[in-house]
């Protein structure tokens, strides 16, 4: 993956001595740290920010790529909060809310667009089940309409109406750039003081008396007491460097964007029956990724024939007048997946210091969150409620969170 | 002044570049994700090489120590019926 390659290529250039984005720093490395954050994607780089905030002392963000490489510049950018469990919506909706002012938060424009976002139902069984979930999520105080046959084709006019049952529109919530969101938080953690250094990988953990002493990398060893595993698709073997086991499988996700087209979609759309997803950005193109419906564990970001052909055909199955549009772009980034598709955040077992922010598939939407939440409890020592039910005690305990309106497929059974 | 473009599919100019340079996105992955440059119908076939050389001079290094970000598929744009045809009925 982009690790492996951005070393082969780029081991001649000493590439730790340059520029790659505005606020990462091409410094050496100190020989002292009040926290290590280990991944330069979303998740590493807003704590970085959320725990610069508190004051929390001299922190570096090491990433073995350039920052934003994994998925967190591969995504599909989709943003919602309403989802099926008071776990996940105590979770997301506290995200959704720092989303809504998020460019101002970070005096960079994340171009977060509140444009709605439709959860498609294409059966009345999954329109009956949208009902109760809208019940739900109205306790919470979500901003969500249940949605008709016809209150679908008036919003969405192009697509298929055999595909419209009805559906749940999250008003309030959309989609963003995923790059911008990336390098808004590494500016704002910059200009707090922190380092955010690029091309730098881990390669141990030093955990003595049962508490994190130092982290080493290819650029030299560091001491810290606190370090944070945020590696995305490496965090089981950054967690393992540590001896800590983190229950996570690698999937590869596919996406792809087409040629630019006037104005014709205005939500972010998802459609478990097609196990799909995708939106028109404001320049046009038209994005989006769907999955098969087994998915196979794949650590590969090579992107397959298989993988466009799945995504022309149920995109054209929900969206008729693609048939005549051009695909440009073809990739592929990896997500690590849970028993119960949540992520795992809080304190690793065993060790002092050893933190967990990964297993995430919904990690875009879920980082200004998670962010926020995680530098609470390293800050604080207390774990704050909404993060409680995510802890990695759960494949312990096996109080797994039962949450059913996601647009993935959990590994061994669909989940709509 | 003239303006000098160089990504045709993007309107991406010399000075977007220079100005994206400058600000901090030095590689040609973060360069073409900030300017969009390379991102449009051709996909960097018509641009990379003249936006590369651009970004070596303006970092003083060799132009191969710029990292070409890896080509993705499809070579040339697809329709989407084209690639979902097989499958329809
Ligand atoms: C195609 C696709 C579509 C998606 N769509 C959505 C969506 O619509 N909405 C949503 O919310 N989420 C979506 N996701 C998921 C989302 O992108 C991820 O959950 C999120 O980006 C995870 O962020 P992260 O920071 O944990 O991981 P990453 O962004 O993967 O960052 C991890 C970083 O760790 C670095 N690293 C790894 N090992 C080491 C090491 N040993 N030393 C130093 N650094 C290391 C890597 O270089 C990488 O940059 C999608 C993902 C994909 C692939």
């Known amino acids: 993956m982009s690790v492996r390659r951005v070393r082969r290529g780029e081991a001649a250039a000493r590439p730790a001595a340059r520029r790659v984005i505005p606020g990462a720093t091409c410094a050496e490395l100190a020989a002292t740290y009040d926290a290590v954050l280990i991944g330069g994607g979303l998740q590493g780089v807003a704590l970085a920010y959320e725990l610069a905030k508190r004051g929390y002392g001299r922190l570096a963000v090491l990433d073995a790529a350039y920052p934003g490489s994994g998925a967190s510049g591969r995504n599909g950018e989709m943003i919602r909060s309403a989802f099926a469990s008071e776990e996940w919506i105590g979770l997301f909706d506290d995200s959704l809310r720092r989303w809504q002012i998020l460019s101002a938060e970070l005096d960079f424009n994340v171009l977060f667009t509140r444009a709605g976002y439709l959860l498609l139902a294409s059966t009345p069984e999954a329109l009956a089940a949208a009902q109760g979930n809208v019940a739900l999520q109205r306790r919470h105080n979500l901003h969500v309409e249940l949605l008709g046959h016809d209150d679908v084709r008036r919003l969405c006019p192009e697509m298929a109406p055999a595909m419209i049952a009805g559906a749940v529109l999250q008003t309030d919530a959309g989609f963003a750039h995923h790059d911008a969101t990336l390098w808004a938080y590494a500016q704002a953690a910059a200009r707090l003081g922190v380092e955010i250094h690029p091309y730098t990988t881990v390669t141990a953990i030093g955990a003595t008396g049962g508490a994190v002493r130092s982290v080493t990398t290819d650029r030299g060893k560091i001491s810290t007491s606190v370090v944070v595993d945020a590696a995305g698709g490496q965090a089981r073997a950054v967690a393992g460097l540590a001896g800590v086991d983190v229950p996570v499988e690698v999937f590869r996700l596919e996406a792809m964007v087409t040629e630019p087209l006037a104005p014709f979609l205005r939500p972010a759309v998802s459609s478990p029956a097609i196990m799909g997803y995708c939106h028109q950005t404001t320049r046009g193109e038209f994005v989006g990724g769907t999955e098969p419906d087994v998915p196979v564990p794949c650590e590969s970001i090579r992107s397959s024939l298989d993988g466009a052909r799945d995504m022309a055909t149920k995109f054209v199955r929900l969206f008729p007048r693609l048939a005549g549009v051009r695909m440009m772009r073809h990739w592929s980034g990896i997500v690590t997946q849970t028993a119960d598709v949540a992520p795992i955040l809080g304190r690793a077992p065993g060790i002092d210091g050893l933190y967990l922010d990964c297993g995430w598939v919904y990690g875009f939407v879920g980082a200004p969150a998670a962010a926020a939440l995680m530098a609470e409890l390293i800050a604080t020592g207390r774990t704050p409620p909404v993060l409680a039910p995510f802890g990695i005690e759960r494949f312990a305990t096996g109080e797994l969170i039962r949450e059913t309106s996601l647009v993935v497929a959990a590994a061994g059974e669909s989940v709509a | ?89």
Request: with cysteine; net charge positive; proline share 7%.
């Open chain 2, 1 to 89: 002044m003239a303006k000098t473009i160089l990504c045709l599919c993007r309107d991406v100019t010399a000075e977007d570049v220079r100005r994206a340079v400058a600000q901090g996105y030095g590689d040609l992955e973060t360069l073409k994700r900030f300017t969009g440059a390379c991102t449009g119908p051709c996909q960097g076939k018509t641009c990379v090489d003249a936006v590369r050389r651009l970004v070596a001079e303006l970092t003083g290094r060799d132009v191969e120590e710029i990292a070409v970000p890896p080509a993705r598929p499809p070579t040339t744009p697809v329709r989407l019926g084209t690639l979902a045809a097989k499958d329809a009925s």
